[in-house]
């Protein structure tokens, strides 16, 4: 079975950091791309950020360009988004999220092609 567990969410002031890890089981992530989306309380999804398992492509929103990254360490079967110069919008469950043999190898745009998901990490950044 497919399965995605994020967790290193937490409470974190401004301008602070946090490391969230997805674990990841059923798949191999040369056939996959994960990624990371997140939602605010009365907003919609976002996506974050994503990593392809086929080359190793990265996309991030405009939001986060610059103070995100994500990262995949295939021996530990973790993919992680470190975050940095955290704000109070960033402030959102996170989710990670598969797909498999997306398109092209690309991550995908749009959220509706991630086949699985995990469950989300709450990250609360106070001001």
């Known amino acids: 079975d497919v399965q995605l567990q994020a967790s290193g969410g937490g409470l974190v002031q401004a301008g602070g950091s946090l490391r969230l890890s997805c674990a990841f089981s059923g798949f191999f992530f040369d056939d996959y791309a994960i990624g990371w989306v997140r939602q605010a309380p009365g907003k919609e999804r976002e996506g974050v950020s994503c990593i392809s398992g086929y080359d190793g492509g990265t996309s991030y929103a405009d939001s986060v360009k610059g103070r995100f990254t994500v990262s995949v360490d295939n021996a530990k079967k973790t993919v992680y988004l470190r975050m940095n110069s955290l704000k109070p919008e960033d402030t959102a469950v996170y989710y990670c999220?598969?797909?498999?043999?997306?398109?092209?190898?690309?991550?995908?745009?749009?959220?509706?092609?991630?086949?699985?998901w995990g469950q989300g990490t709450q990250v609360t950044v106070s001001s």
């Open positions: 999220a598969g797909v498999d043999r997306p398109p092209a190898g690309v991550c995908p745009k749009d959220l509706l092609q991630y086949d699985y």
